[in-house]
């Protein structure tokens, strides 16, 4: 069976976690260094790389921790150098990740997002051609037990893959969100105009998943020609501060923010 050291157990590593011991993943194959030491039931968690116990060499390393801790974190897993490596951070480059663990390194970059809490995630990894099938078939499988998974060559993609699904939970929420509000300014209780946005995001997203029509077709769907719909799509497609000019700017700050992280 795989043996997996899982670097950092929050929001993303505890996700991934419940999606492998959901798929079959036996506890006692997973060793998790996270320093709050959580308890994980009959998962070894361990509070620093030191405690890891001796004779565990894992097939692969995933490294499940904020970018911004990356460079002082990465060092000393570079002893597990017959290992796969897999990090799911934002921006860190696979250059990044090899000036820490060598040049030999078997280096895969990948970026899910918090759907995966529910196996509904979608996730892009990156190799670079020398990693062998066998890796990246790893990496697929390790990463499917929480949603889809698909690959890129070009790895310049992965910091807009970052800007479009790795934050776009956010993006969606926070349209619930406004939804809410909006309802409520509109005269909604607030628990029912709390309920319908939510629903509502959940629905459409349900029926987006479900439908072979395009985006664009389950709009038209809804907009009656001189009904509701269009009186507020012409707010909210404005070409000055509609959402698709926003979401346009947003992603692009998100891509260059994902660049600077990379340093
Ligand atoms: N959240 C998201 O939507 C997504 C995040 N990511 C990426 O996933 C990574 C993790 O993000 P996320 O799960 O949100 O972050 P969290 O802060 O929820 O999880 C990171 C965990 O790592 C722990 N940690 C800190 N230092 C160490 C260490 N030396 N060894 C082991 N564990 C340590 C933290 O503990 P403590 O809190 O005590 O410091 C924390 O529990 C990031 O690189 C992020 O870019 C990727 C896709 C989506
Ligand atoms: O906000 C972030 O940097 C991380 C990466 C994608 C989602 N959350």
Redesign the pocket.
Known sequence: MTKILL???????SAMLAGWLERGTSPGDVVV????CPDLGSVRVVA??AAIPEGFVPHVVI?????Q??A??VPPYARFGTSLFLS?????TIAFFRSLLGPDAVIVRA????PAAVRRGITVCCAEASVPAQARDLCGSLLEAVGEVGWVDDEALMDVV?AVS??G??YIFLLAEAMEAAGLAQGLPPALAERLARATVAGAGELLRLSSETTQQLRQNVTSPGGTTAAALAVLMAEKNGIPGLMSEAVAAATRRGRELAG
Do not use: L, R
């Open positions: 670097v950092g157990c929050g929001k993303m590593g260094v996270e320093p709050s620093s790389h490294f499940a921790v904020k970018p801790v990356m002082d974190v799911i951070a934002a921006g860190k970026m899910p997002n918090t970052t790795g934050s939970p956010a």
